[in-house]
């Protein structure tokens, strides 16, 4: 019972889950998530469907690291063959962006939806 509270913490940004599959047939999607093995063992069934369009998993639980730890964007880097400067971010925490930015990524902060979708415009990304 304790177990499955404590991994009952996410629920689907349908706006975010709409776009997912258009972007991965034109770009390739890396997750770069703060979690733990209970809470991603949930993630993972909830959102199976999503998440089959993301070429790889980047969650802090593997990776032995967390945002906004430049060991993490590192170890998230590690799985593409882009440039930092070809990456662009998404994220919900301010900190989080800035330590991306850090790394070279381009980082938006995920807030207001429309707004997000015309920064990604403005990076040339549809």
């Not at 991603?40 to 069934?45: H, L, N």
């Not at 930092?84 to 990524?105: M, S, T, Y």
Request: net charge negative; proline share 5%.
């Amino acid at each position: 019972q304790f177990k499955s509270a404590f991994q009952d913490i996410f629920w689907p940004n349908e706006q975010i889950c709409k776009l997912i599959p258009k972007l991965s047939s034109r770009y390739q999607l890396l997750l770069a998530s703060n979690t733990n093995e209970a809470h991603f063992e949930k993630f993972r069934v909830t959102f199976g469907p999503v998440l089959d369009h993301f070429h790889a998993l980047g969650t802090s639980h593997t990776l032995n690291a967390r945002k906004p730890m430049p060991e993490f964007y590192e170890a998230v880097q590690s799985l593409t063959q882009h440039a930092p400067e070809e990456c662009v971010f998404l994220d919900d925490l301010h900190e989080n962006i800035v330590a991306a930015q850090k790394h070279g990524w381009h980082g938006i902060v995920y807030q207001q939806h429309e707004e997000a979708m015309q920064k990604l415009q403005s990076l040339g990304i549809q």
